[in-house]
Nanobody
């Protein structure tokens, strides 16, 4: 079984920073892409950023320059550094990983349970 567990969410004032972490654990053979999505109240889940297995990244256009994704392959962990936070960044942040579980015939996408980020004005 595979689990993704996020941490690092919380309440922060506008202009502040937070760093989210997401650790994948369990019966993992290898991890392809990892990323973050977010879902604000009353809105659809949206892509924040992805980091590919080779290290390249992409970001939602509106977040470029403020958010940075990174990963530690040795720890099966992905991070999201969020700077200059705005109230509109308030959402539940979910990590995901496209990975091969041991004994599986193909990769699939796994999700974490989400962590709340609240930015006060």
């Amino acid at each position: 079984q595979v689990q993704l567990v996020e941490s690092g969410g919380g309440l922060v004032q506008a202009g502040g920073s937070l760093r989210l972490s997401c650790a994948a654990s369990g019966s993992i053979f290898s991890i392809n892409d990892m990323g973050w999505h977010r879902q604000a109240p009353g809105k659809q889940r949206e892509l924040v950023t992805t980091i590919f297995s080779g290290g390249s990244t992409n970001y939602a256009d509106s977040l470029k320059g403020r958010f940075t994704i990174s990963r530690d392959n040795a720890k099966n962990t992905v991070y999201l550094q969020m700077n200059s936070l705005k109230p509109e960044d308030t959402a539940v942040y979910y990590c995901n990983a496209d990975l091969w579980a041991r004994g599986s015939y193909n990769s699939r996408n796994y999700w974490g349970q989400g962590t709340q980020v609240t930015v006060s004005s």
